[in-house]
Nanobody
Framework: QVQLVESGGGLVQAGGSLRLSCVVS????????MGWFRQAPGNQNRELVATSSRDGYADYADSVKGRFSISRDNAKSTVYLQMASLKPEDTATYYC????????????????WGRGTQVTVSS
């Protein structure tokens, strides 16, 4: 089974920083894009925070540009989200996802999700 496990969440004061990590494990034969999404309390939708292509091209939501930075270590099947200048409105459960290739003979990538890590920013 493929697993994505996030870590690094916690409680931080406004203006502070956190670094989230997400490790992909299991029987995989490649990872394409990796990304971070978040779901705020009381919101049913997950919103895109940042994505990274395999070659490192990054894209960000306007609300986090200049404050958050996504990076990845392909050798470790890990994606990171460095968050700075955190605001109370960044409070959410943060989920990572990744496109994973599960077959040596097929070029199909399936999106997998982690279970999330809570980030709470106090004012």
């Amino acid at each position: 089974q493929v697993q994505l496990v996030e870590s690094g969440g916690g409680l931080v004061q406004a203006g502070g920083s956190l670094r989230l990590s997400c490790v992909v494990s299991g029987s995989i034969f490649g990872i394409s894009s990796m990304g971070w999404f978040r779901q705020a309390p009381g919101n049913q939708n997950r919103e895109l925070v940042a994505t990274s292509s395999r070659d490192g091209y990054a894209d960000y939501a306007d609300s986090v540009k200049g404050r958050f930075s996504i990076s990845r270590d392909n050798a470790k099947s890990t994606v990171y989200l460095q968050m700075a200048s955190l605001k109370p409105e960044d409070t959410a459960t943060y989920y990572c996802n990744a496109g994973v290739r599960r077959s040596r003979t097929s070029n199909i990538y399936v999106t997998k999700w982690g279970r999330g890590t809570q980030v709470t920013v106090s004012s």
